[in-house]
């Protein structure tokens, strides 16, 4: 936030080290948007964290199976959800009349149908992150090995908003699956 990275974990030395295995030490599903680089924006370095990015940081079907990777094989216990300031892809679920391509529509509709459902639909602030909040419930409710290992206390899933502005992150709390709630 003022400027100043440390750059951790790029050496040569870290490279060798991390060629043999890999244990981050966190999973990120982030948005694709170029302005959210997640290794960059948590001044992490080679592999300290997984990330899986997608337009409007939706868990689709491939996101969830490689973050059920992350916690099965590689033995992540955090997950973090991270949404962000302006996001393309809820400003295109707020504006019905937006022409889309069959397979951008998907992704749009999967945004347009979650924030509908929480009646936000007026205020692109608050849509990015109830997107963000509603994202991390359906992760936590779309997979039994993610359910479970909520369940029994090995794995935390946390949702965050990133502000383009000041590049402060807004956390916005943990979810647990439905059933729990
Ligand atoms: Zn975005």
Redesign the pocket.
């Known amino acids: 936030m003022n400027g100043k990275s440390i750059h951790p974990n790029i050496s040569r030395e870290r490279l060798v080290e991390v060629a043999a295995g890999q244990n981050p030490i966190a999973a990120i599903l ?4 170029s302005r ?1 680089p997640v290794e960059l924006l948590f001044d992490t370095g080679l592999g300290d964290l997984f990330v899986v990015r997608s ?3 939706t868990a689709f079907t491939a996101a969830i199976g490689s973050l059920e990777y992350a916690v099965s094989h590689l033995g992540v216990s955090l997950i973090i959800v991270l ?2 300031e ?5 400003t295109a679920a707020l504006d019905l009349s937006a022409h889309l391509t069959p397979s951008l529509s998907k992704v749009v509709g999967q945004v347009r149908m979650e924030l509908m459902a929480a009646g936000a639909m007026d205020d692109l602030d608050k849509a ?1 992150r109830i997107n963000a909040l509603r994202s991390a419930q359906s992760l936590a409710d779309s997979s039994v090995l993610i359910t479970d290992r909520l369940r029994q206390g090995r794995l935390e899933i946390e949702t965050a908003y990133y502000d383009l502005d000041t590049a402060e992150i807004d956390w916005l709390g943990a979810v647990k699956p439905t059933a729990l709630n």
Do not use: S
Not at 30 to 33: K, N
Not at 86 to 90: D, E, L, M, P, T
């Open positions: 982030g948005c694709a948007d959210v337009a409007g940081n949404g962000h302006r996001c393309g892809a809820v990015c």
